[in-house]
């Protein structure tokens, strides 16, 4: 909050950067242990990041937020791959990335239309990321209940 909108795109280019290092460390990390810890750890940063943002008191600590929101961030974007390929194998591969990647565009969608929405009744985007830390805890929450993956036979 509070961050000017030459601050915010700021932000969004030091999420952005903070992109291309964090995929790298976490292909490595999701292979010393699993993709599926790995994600978990990787949406933790982003809701860790987030509840800094929405707390802080300074312009120091609002950076500081996102600097550990933008670790989390890029390193989905590897780890979504690998987690669906080491749960389910390649077998059935591209028809549940399929299914996936279609289920991605309701939130893409409709999470600016929502943010947006709330924003106009309450000043703030406060609210907005309380709901994305809730459901980031509870994604993670499902990583980490599901069971280990078993490879499917050939």
């Known amino acids: 909050e509070d961050f ?4 915010a795109g700021y932000a969004l280019m030091l999420v952005a950067a903070m992109g291309i290092g964090s995929k790298i460390a976490f292909g490595r990390l999701s292979e010393a242990i699993t993709a ?13 990041g987030l509840a800094v943002m929405i707390s802080a008191r300074t312009h120091g600590a609002q950076w500081a937020g996102v600097f550990v929101f933008g670790l989390g961030f890029g ?6 791959v690998l987690t669906v390929s080491e ?8 028809s549940i990335m399929g299914l996936v990647s279609l ?9 600016p239309i929502i943010a947006g929405i709330i924003y ?19 994604a993670s929450a499902c990583m980490l209940a599901a069971r280990p993956p078993r490879h499917p036979s050939p």
Not at 36 to 46: D, M, N, W
Not at 87 to 94: C, H, I, K, Q
């Open 4 to 7: 000017s909108e030459a601050h």
């Open 36 to 48: 599926r810890y790995a994600t978990v750890i990787s949406v933790a940063l982003q809701a860790a």
């Open 75 to 80: 390193g989905l974007g590897a780890l979504l």
């Open 87 to 94: 749960a389910f194998g390649l077998r059935a591969f591209a």
């Open 103 to 111: 289920a991605t565009i309701v939130p893409q969608v409709s999470g």
């Open 120 to 138: 106009d009744a309450t000043d703030s985007y406060r609210l907005t990321f309380t709901i994305v830390i809730a459901i980031f805890a509870f």
